[in-house]
């Protein structure tokens, strides 16, 4: 069983940054960033490799979002910035015991808020 906290979700105005990070309390394949707004389906936002770093980035966040590792650590982050009111979301860590860009998790964060105001 792998444990994940997240931290780092905020208000924050149109155009601002903010950096989610995610603690792992253990070593799985792969991590991603997930978000789900009121009323949508959860979207998988950004994801990266532990071993060799490769990621994968939504074209929604892309260009605006960068998802990075610190393999000593066992934390992911996730690096916001531009960010549009439509960013505003929860914000979910994952982890993946397969497959290189996370499409289905095996372990859930508890989840953090992202608030994006116009």
């Known amino acids: 069983q792998v444990q994940l906290v997240e931290s780092g979700g905020g208000l924050v105005q149109a155009g601002g940054s903010l950096r989610l990070s995610c603690a792992a309390s253990?070593?799985?394949?792969?991590m991603g960033w997930f978000r789900q707004a009121p009323g949508k389906e959860r979207e998988r936002v950004a994801s990266?490799?532990?071993?060799?770093?490769?990621?994968y980035t939504a074209d929604s966040v892309k260009g605006r979002f960068t998802i990075s590792r610190d393999n000593a650590k066992n934390t992911v982050y996730l690096q916001m910035n531009s960010l549009k009111p439509e960013d505003t979301a929860v914000y979910y860590c994952?982890?993946?015991?397969?497959?290189?860009?996370?499409?289905?998790?095996?372990?859930w964060g508890q989840g953090t808020q992202v608030t994006v105001s116009s």
């Open positions: 990266v490799m532990w071993t060799g770093g490769g990621t």
């Open positions: 994952a982890a993946c015991k397969r497959g290189s860009t996370c499409s289905q998790p095996d372990y």
């Open positions: 253990g070593r799985t394949f792969s």
